[in-house]
Nanobody, 122 residues
Framework: QVQLVESGGGLVQPGGSLRLSCAASGTIFSINDMAWYRQAPGKKRELVAT???????DYADSVKGRFTISRDNAKHTVHLEMNSLKPEDTAVYYC????????????????WGQGTQVTVSS
């Protein structure tokens, strides 16, 4: 049973910073891409940032230059460093990972965390 657990959300003032973390646990053989998504009230879930197993990254235009995604392959963790936060960054942030629980059979599935609330407000 694979689980993703996020932490690090909270309330922050505009211009402030937060660091989100996500840890994968359970039976894990390998993890491919990991990502952060977010969903604001009344809006669709959107991709924020992705990172491959060899640490190549990509970002939504709205967060480029402000957010940094990183991962620790040995610890099965992914992080999102968020700086210069804006009110429009307010959302529930979800961790996502493509995980193969076992070597045989080798089957990759998408796993999601439960989400962590980020609120940017004065």
């Amino acid at each position: 049973q694979v689980q993703l657990v996020e932490s690090g959300g909270g309330l922050v003032q505009p211009g402030g910073s937060l660091r989100l973390s996500c840890a994968a646990s359970g039976t894990i053989f390998s993890i491919n891409d990991m990502a952060w998504y977010r969903q604001a009230p009344g809006k669709k879930r959107e991709l924020v940032a992705t990172i491959t197993s060899d640490h190549s990254t990509d970002y939504a235009d709205s967060v480029k230059g402000r957010f940094t995604i990183s991962r620790d392959n040995a610890k099965h963790t992914v992080h999102l460093e968020m700086n210069s936060l804006k009110p429009e960054d307010t959302a529930v942030y979800y961790c996502n990972a493509e995980i193969a629980p076992t070597r045989l059979p080798y089957r990759i599935a998408d796993y999601w965390g439960q989400g962590t609330q980020v609120t940017v407000s004065s």
